[in-house]
């Protein structure tokens, strides 16, 4: 298994009253139980700073993150304590303490908890794109019991609105991409004429 890249790690700020990040914005935690994630977002794209999604990152023992692509993003994981344990593009990767984690746009990946005690750090997307609504989105599907135990919503609608709607943000390896290309839109067409959205604004973590 090969080491991370050590890179100096930024401190995270473990709270759960809401955070404040650009603009004045400020978000509640969001937990998704089906990877065992902890997320709350300390900036977001707009009001003149980075064009980027930046979030402090908690992975529970036994979480895992299946495999998937961003198409247009850079992934950056900045490990602050426990060891994760990533797949990049089929090769195995441990990071701990100090170290950072890059995944290029396009790269499959996933992640996963093999240990006792949690992992923090800090994640980062470039660019930011609609990243914030995507992992509410997953978080808020897992939490009102929409989604499969690997994340997945239940609803072949639902599949379709949101899956097509976040198609820049993330695209899972399996089924292949081009099947999904053939799959997702008529689901996504059949969601919109029964009116259920990709996204509902309960899930919206800002407070």
């Known amino acids: 298994m090969a080491r991370a890249d050590t890179e100096p790690a930024a401190g995270a700020d473990a709270t759960d009253s809401p955070r404040e990040g650009v603009g004045g914005a400020r978000f509640r935690p969001i937990s998704n139980p089906a990877t065992g994630e902890r997320i709350e977002f300390t900036d977001i794209p707009g009001d003149g700073g980075e064009d980027l999604v930046r979030f402090d990152w908690q992975s529970l023992p036994g979480g ?66 609609k990243t914030r609504q995507l992992q509410e989105a997953f978080a808020g599907l ?35 991409v081009w099947a999904q290309n053939v799959i997702l839109p008529p689901l996504s067409a059949l969601a919109k004429l029964f009116r259920m959205p990709p996204y509902y604004g309960r899930w919206n973590s800002q407070a």
């Not at 170290?99 to 005690?117: D, I, K, L, R």
């Not at 009102?144 to 097509?164: F, H």
């Open 64 to 129: 895992a993150v299946p495999e998937h692509i961003h198409p247009h993003q850079e992934e950056r994981f900045i490990i602050t304590s426990g060891e994760a344990h990533f797949t990049l593009d089929g090769a195995e990767c441990i990071a701990g303490p100090g170290e950072t984690v890059v995944v290029a746009a396009g790269v499959a990946h996933s992640q996963g908890n093999h240990g006792t005690v949690a992992i923090e750090g800090i994640v980062e997307l470039r660019p930011g794109l």
């Open 142 to 176: 897992a939490a009102d019991g929409m989604a499969t135990a690997r994340g997945a919503p239940k609803n072949p609608l639902q599949l379709g609105a949101t899956m097509w709607y976040f198609r820049r943000e993330s695209r899972v390896t399996a089924p292949p």
